[in-house]
């Protein structure tokens, strides 16, 4: 959600801008061996992350703690977020556009 709130006021300009600065800041030969460390970085912080999941989930089976419930959760969200996609997507479209060389009149010509 902080992401959301930090990321989300910027706008392409201001991303364009920041690259800039970067570009200026770094060069442009070392702007490849940048994004290659921090995907390597984004990579193991996400096997981490999944490595410490499985080792939960392999706990609470040994403990007898039932983990049904979270597969039932991830279902509900997953319908739920088709469900929300669906609406976004028909209110996101112009209505008008498929209609609009068939139901506008011509012009005329002066």
Avoid: W, Y
């Amino acid at each position: 959600m902080q992401s959301f709130l930090i990321f989300g006021f910027i706008s392409t300009p201001e991303v364009m801008f920041i690259l800039f600065i970067v570009l200026l800041v770094f060069g442009a030969d070392k702007i490849p061996t940048i994004a290659r460390g921090l995907g390597k970085g984004m990579r193991q912080i996400k096997d981490a992350t999944n490595e410490i999941k499985s080792e939960i989930t392999k706990s609470a089976e040994q403990q007898g703690i039932d983990t049904s419930i979270v597969k039932d959760v991830q279902d509900s969200l997953h319908e739920t977020k088709k469900s929300i996609e669906q609406v976004s997507g028909t209110i996101g479209r112009d209505p008008l556009s498929s209609s609009r060389s068939t139901d506008l009149p011509n012009k005329p010509s002066l």
